[in-house]
């Protein structure tokens, strides 16, 4: 009789598999790297398919594609929830509070970049255990100090106080930075439990002209969706009652999620009621995969919205998609366009200064007004409006119904590019 240890399946699984949403140190995080000779593959595939039966056909298949219908590109890759981020930065949270016992762990920041939804999911958070949220001050606060604002951060000391928009407490002027440098010192002067959220551009201003890094404690991140965390995470954004959507390489046909067929049922066998998802790091995803994330910085809601640009259908297929998933062996085919035939905004050739501060300040101020920009930056109004217009039409910036100018997520890739490129303050990400 063996009387060793018996390691039950669904204990081995879990070893196997890890939570695809967790929280690391800022200085940890690490752009994905996009597939290595991608210019030779691309050169080789373009000669192979002048040589392939296969890949004329599939060459030819691609003219009759079709834009996918939004009703059915809202079931392929539906809006992510922010659960899973939520529940990860919850853990982290409750592992830190109750191990550490030194005054600067009752402050924590978390940083994230355009699209990381950071402020949302501190919201999220502080709403689910009824702490308090201090919203953003005025603009005429901000500038006066903002002594009626930092009174909330002394009261209740029992409950944690969650700041949910740092970006939002600051302006890029001579008087701007004078409220947060007096709530860094009530936070060092506090006992009271803080969670602070902060767009990544804002963070980097901040260090440079504050030190706040020096100041606070080291801040949290999510980690970066690399591709092999795609592999698990794209399919289940596809929702159907029953059968499914299987993603094909408009290119060659290929599988872009061949683990999900072998893999379904042990990620089916792992769920548990409010556990996050799950993936394995030893399953590498393909070319595809590897340049969306790269393009994307890693970042989750950035990498939705391109994926979603890429998704078409063919055009002779009727699209009664209740029809088509009667059962669960049922399947829907969802073509893939590779990156570079989707129209993603670029930034236009610039003859001045204009629209590059103007970019710039919406990214340190995560959007602004033309009448806050107007106060900000040495422009006329005129002269920033017309920059908004043209920034707008480039696909670069969008104006929301409360009249702020942001720049768009698509067009962020470009646009912190060229930030980079001509040498101004650019974020960690």
């Known amino acids: 009789m063996n009387d060793a240890p018996q390691t039950s399946m669904k204990g081995m699984m879990m070893t196997i598999y890890k939570p695809l949403w967790e929280y690391i140190n800022l200085h940890d995080y ?31 298949q691609q003219y009759r594609m079709r834009t996918i219908p939004a009703y059915l590109l809202n079931r392929a890759a539906k809006t992510p929830d922010l659960n899973s981020a939520t529940t990860a930065l919850a853990e982290n949270l409750n592992q830190k509070w109750a191990e550490k016992k030194e005054e600067s762990q009752f402050i924590q920041v978390v940083v994230g970049p355009p699209g990381s939804q950071v402020d949302k999911v501190v919201s999220n958070l502080a709403r689910q ?14 500038l006066s100090g903002g002594k009626s604002w930092l009174k909330n951060v002394s009261l209740d000391e029992a409950t944690p106080l969650v700041i949910p928009r740092l970006e939002k407490c600051f302006l890029r002027h001579q008087d701007g930075l004078a409220l947060v440098d007096s709530l860094l010192d009530k936070l060092q002067a506090s006992h009271r439990h803080f ?24 801040p949290l991140t999510l980690a970066p969706l690399d591709c092999n965390k795609l592999q698990f995470w794209l399919p289940t954004l596809a929702q159907t009652s029953k059968g499914q959507f299987v993603f094909r390489d408009s290119n060659n046909g290929q599988l872009i999620f061949p683990v999900m067929t072998n893999y379904k049922d042990q990620l089916v066998f792992n769920a548990q ?7 394995a790091d030893w399953v590498d995803g393909g070319g595809f995969l590897k340049q969306l994330t790269a393009y994307c910085r890693g970042i989750p809601q950035l990498i939705w919205l391109i994926w979603r640009e890429c998704l078409q259908v063919q055009s002779n297929i009727k699209l009664d998609v209740s029809q088509q998933f009667m059962n669960t062996e049922d399947w829907f085919t969802v073509w893939v366009k590779p990156l570079s035939q989707i129209s993603l905004p670029t930034v236009p050739p610039l003859t001045d200064n ?76």
């Not at 000779?37 to 599939?58: C, D, F, Q």
């Not at 255990?129 to 901000?142: D, H, K, M, V």
């Open 273 to 279: 009621p409010g556990q996050m998802e799950m993936y």
């Open 129 to 142: 255990n009824r702490w308090q949220i201090l919203g953003i001050p005025s603009a005429n606060e901000i």
């Open 195 to 218: 969670l602070i959220a902060c767009d990544s551009w804002a963070w980097a201003y901040l260090e440079k002209t504050l030190h706040i890094d020096a100041m606070l404690a080291e």
């Open 354 to 429: 204009l629209e590059p501060m103007v970019l710039h300040t919406l990214l340190l101020h995560k959007g602004a007004s033309i009448h806050l920009l107007d106060f900000l930056l040495p422009f006329s109004n005129n002269e920033i409006r017309h920059a908004i217009a043209r920034l707008t039409r480039a696909g670069l910036v969008y104006v929301d119904a409360n009249k702020t100018c942001e720049v768009t997520l698509l067009g962020y890739p470009a646009v912190r590019r060229f930030m980079h490129n001509e040498g101004y303050l650019v974020d960690a990400f």
């Open 30 to 60: 690490a752009i994905p790297s996009p597939p290595v000779g991608t210019i030779l593959e691309n050169n080789l595939k373009s000669a192979w398919r002048h040589l392939s039966p296969y890949s004329v056909k599939m060459r030819i």
